[in-house]
């Protein structure tokens, strides 16, 4: 594995047997200050060593940029990590036999590591004399510091590489959340995985294979007939394949390279592979053992923490666009489909009470984009707020409730895509900004065709002494009521324009409210209070009475009273409540039941 870092480091640095001017300039210089007429950056690779930095070498070898390693004494400087400093290679027993004497004229040979950041030896950058010579302190000092600084100018290389393949990755898995949760039917799921994977990711197949009664069978790419999709059509889920063994035990399976497949997997897998000019596998299970996700590769490959993470990030969103294609496949009303999926558990908070409603549509075809969400999140540093003393700060919550416009299932895909890229931008704000996560998911979504927009409140709650903080921002959303203990409701009627299809650069604002022990916030979607024939403010009304004369009951009761104030409407709307109570100073809460769902058919 070591090995296949140090190459997949090299294949990051984007060098290899062809003339690079930052590298030559490394070359020049140690030609000159070291007083050399042969001076290389030689980078080695698996089967041959390649000099990307060069001055004074001879032809064939100038034009070509590299040798066999029958010619190499960079692989040496590899495999020791140490300098290697000759002064008459003919000498040692090391070197006399190689052909770089006589070919390359290669007598008197200083070569210093050239590093990554991990500590892997790439090559050397070396000085070669055609004569004897004995190297003086100062020359080798000099080369030392030449080779630290080509080293750092790799790593450079490397990190800027590293960064744009996530910023590739990250880019692929915001088109993987929006495109496979558009897939009607598995062929169109795997159609749309396939133009998902080109590019800057490069794996040569992904092969989606569902579970059976027998073991796992390939989902056949509509357009797409080369020997390698149609090579693993079914395998018995006793094979030793990775496939099966990533089914069997419901694990990720990694193979680097042939070698570990061979090894762990026998010849038969590795001729498989051979037959098909692959090296590398990657196996990840389905969620609820649906089946196996995997990706093959034709070369040897390194798989970091943060690839393997985008693989299982991207597998899951297959997983969820099977999920649903199954359900379609099996008739399930798509109502029922939205209410399994949008319904978050709510966390256990101490010092909250929290419950939440959902009512689909009276119509089930008629489903919406109605969703809520509740999550913890780290509290703010020391030094943003109040001081912390010294007790370590409670995690925030969030909370947030939307509304995508629409009634039917394309509405309901884009409300998963906006509440997950919420999140996400939620948890890449240091801050936790409400209002710049909003902003975020403008920018993010001002770009990808997803209808008319939607509404949206997302707010933190932040432990503060005796009371809990309130930062909210409202895209367009009906206003959060709070009441406050004594029943007093307040409407918290500041709002920006909606959530999606707003202008470029659009300015978002968080606002401020401090929560005091029993008071009671409510978020709501407009199905709760707009209704056909009546205004939306008498219904605003409507709840802001009820929250006063009921909000101060268990919340399931206040939730169920909701419920019962909509039987004599026709609900051609979705509606969704978050009820949420401070019950208590976060450090010292009054003991409550954790939250819950309530969710009801009228």
């Known amino acids: 594995m070591d090995e296949l870092g140090r190459l997949e480091a090299l294949r990051l640095a984007g060098l290899s047997a062809a003339a690079d001017p930052g590298m030559d300039r490394f070359a020049r210089l140690v030609a000159r200050l070291v007083r050399v007429p042969v001076s290389l950056v030689s980078l080695l ?18 034009g070509q940029r590299q040798t066999s390693l029958s010619h190499s004494f960079c692989q040496h400087v590899v495999a020791s990590g140490e300098p290697l400093v000759l002064d008459d290679s003919r000498l040692y027993r090391l070197t006399c036999a190689s052909l770089a004497i006589p070919d390359l004229r290669v007598i008197a040979y200083a070569g210093m590591p050239l590093t990554d950041a991990d500590g892997h030896v790439l090559g050397s950058l070396c000085a070669i004399d055609h004569e004897p010579r004995k190297w003086a302190e100062d020359e080798l000092r000099d080369l030392r510091d030449l080779a630290e600084a080509c080293s750092v100018e790799l790593r450079l290389r490397i990190a800027t590489q590293q960064i744009r393949r996530d910023r590739d990755q990250a880019d692929v898995l915001l088109r ?22 080109g590019g800057p990711v490069e794996p040569s197949y992904v092969t989606l294979l569902l579970a059976d009664e027998r073991g796992l069978s390939r989902v056949a790419h509509p357009d797409d007939a080369r020997p390698a999709e149609g090579a693993v059509d079914h395998v018995e889920r006793d094979a030793d394949l990775p496939c099966a063994q990533a089914m069997r035990e419901q694990r990720t399976v990694f193979v680097p390279d042939r070698t570990a497949l061979a090894d762990g997997y026998g010849p038969e897998a590795a001729h498989g592979f051979d037959s098909l000019g692959l090296s590398s596998v990657l196996c990840v299970p389905l969620a609820r053992g649906r089946g196996v996700l995997m990706w093959r590769w034709a070369e040897a490959r390194v798989l970091t923490v943060t690839e393997e993470a985008f693989f299982t990030a991207v597998a899951g969103y297959v997983s969820q666009a099977v999920e649903r294609t199954l359900f379609v496949e099996n008739r399930l009303s798509t109502a029922e489909q939205l209410q399994s999926a949008m319904l978050t558990a709510l966390p256990a908070v101490p010092g909250l009470e929290m419950a939440a409603l959902y009512l689909p549509a009276a119509d089930q075809d008629m489903v919406g984009g109605d969703w809520y969400d509740a999550y913890p999140v780290p509290a703010e540093p020391c030094g943003t707020a109040e001081p ?17 416009i629409g009634h039917d299932i394309g509405a309901a895909a884009v409300m998963g895509q906006v509440r997950s890229m919420l999140r996400q931008a939620t948890l890449g704000d240091p801050g936790h900004s409400p209002a710049a996560a909003l902003a975020a998911v403008d920018s993010t979504f001002a770009v990808l065709p997803l209808g008319p927009g939607g509404t949206a409140v997302h707010a933190r709650l932040d432990p503060l002494g005796d009371r809990w903080r309130l930062t909210w921002s409202n895209a367009g959303h009906t206003p959060p009521l709070l009441r406050l203990p004594g029943g007093r409701v ?20 968080d606002h401020v409210r401090e929560l005091p022990q029993d008071s009671v916030l409510m978020l709501y979607t407009d199905g709760l209070v707009e209704h056909r024939d009546s205004d939306i403010d008498d ?23 909701l419920s019962r104030s909509l039987e004599g409407f026709p609900r051609s709307d979705d509606v969704a409540v978050l009820a949420l109570r401070v019950t208590g100073p976060p450090e010292n809460p009054v003991p409550r039941p954790p939250g819950r769902h309530y969710s009801a058919r009228l």
Do not use: K, N
């Open 539 to 561: 219904g605003i009304a409507q709840a802001v009475s009820l929250l006063s004369t009921y909000g101060d009951g268990p919340l399931p009761q206040f939730l169920e009273v």
């Open 176 to 197: 993987a959340s929006v495109e496979l949760a558009r897939s009607r039917e598995l062929s169109d799921l795997v159609r749309r995985l396939h133009r998902l994977f």
């Open 45 to 62: 690779e698996a089967d041959r060593q390649v000099f990307p930095g060069m001055t004074g070498l001879e032809e064939p070898w100038a």
């Open 490 to 509: 307040s409407v918290l009627e500041e709002h920006d324009l909606l959530l999606l299809g707003s202008p470029a650069g659009l300015s978002r604002r």
């Open 388 to 404: 912390c003393g010294t007790d370590v700060r409670q995690p925030a919550l969030i909370l947030s409730i939307g509304d995508i």
